[in-house]
């Protein structure tokens, strides 16, 4: 079944079995796919504990669809719960790397948020790339003036080739504005390296670092370990302890 919410605006939604959820040109295409009945319904008509969680979503586009705003939206659906974006920049990628990147004005990311902010208030906001200290900034007195606690900080921060993405005063900033936001923190390797000053060159490093970045966050920390030479194992480090997620080193050939 196909329910769609006619009553209010596209974004109160609600997850029941077989349910899709969105704006009504974007449900239109998953009935004719799926052959699924529509029911339009009445904010009443469901249960309170069926509404969706809210998730702000502020970072890049990724033309690629494997990351940034269109992956965060990916994957917030799956988990059941409804995707809000505010675009930071646009970029031309795809799996074999990053082409070209255009930042958004600080003016627009920061009307997005308004325009965003002005309808709902969202139970979680993740942060992706930032590229600015404009927009770090912008980001930083927004997320302070909403008051949302539950804040998911993915340090885009590092390219593929290894460049670092942000100019000196834009990283510093970065650490200084977003970094004690963040109640997750979740960089890769590269990344907690160019946060925390460490070094990671095995396991027992990765330790280390996260227990710094942790003093620097006051949250918990989810360093990915792709990077390693010999596994790809993850670790999170959480109030002192440390849980290591085992992934073996795969290769991907595109």
């Not at 885009?156 to 923190?185: C, F, Q, T």
């Amino acid at each position: 079944q196909l329910y769609y919410d006619q009553t209010s605006e596209y974004f109160t939604t609600f997850w029941h079995s077989d349910v899709f959820v969105g704006d009504i040109s974007s449900i239109i295409p998953c009935y004719f796919l799926t052959g699924k009945p529509i029911i339009y319904c009445h904010t009443d008509a469901v249960d309170d504990n069926d509404i969706m969680k809210k998730i702000l979503s502020i970072a890049r586009s990724d033309s690629s669809g494997g990351g940034g705003i269109q992956g965060d939206i990916k994957t917030i659906t799956v988990h059941k719960a409804f995707a809000a974006t505010v675009l930071t920049a646009v970029t031309a990628q795809n799996s074999k790397g990053i082409r070209d990147v255009i930042n958004l004005t600080p003016e627009m990311v920061k009307l997005q948020f308004d325009t965003v902010i002005s309808n709902f208030m969202p139970d979680c906001i993740k942060l992706g790339m930032l590229g600015t200290s404009e927009i770090i900034d912008i980001v930083a007195d927004k997320i302070k003036e909403l008051g949302v606690n539950e804040i998911v900080v993915d340090p885009v921060l590092v390219s593929n080739r290894g460049e670092i993405m942000l100019d000196d005063e834009a990283l510093e900033r970065y650490k200084e504005r977003i970094l004690p936001l963040a109640h997750v923190l979740i960089p890769n390797i590269p990344e907690a390296e160019l946060l925390s000053g460490c070094k990671i060159e095995e396991m027992s490093d990765m330790v280390k670092t996260a227990e710094k970045l942790a003093d620097m966050t006051g949250g918990s920390i989810l360093i990915k370990g792709g990077h390693l030479p010999s596994c790809a194992d993850d670790l999170l480090y959480t109030k002192g302890e440390a849980i290591w997620f085992a992934q073996p080193l795969s290769l991907i050939h595109i």
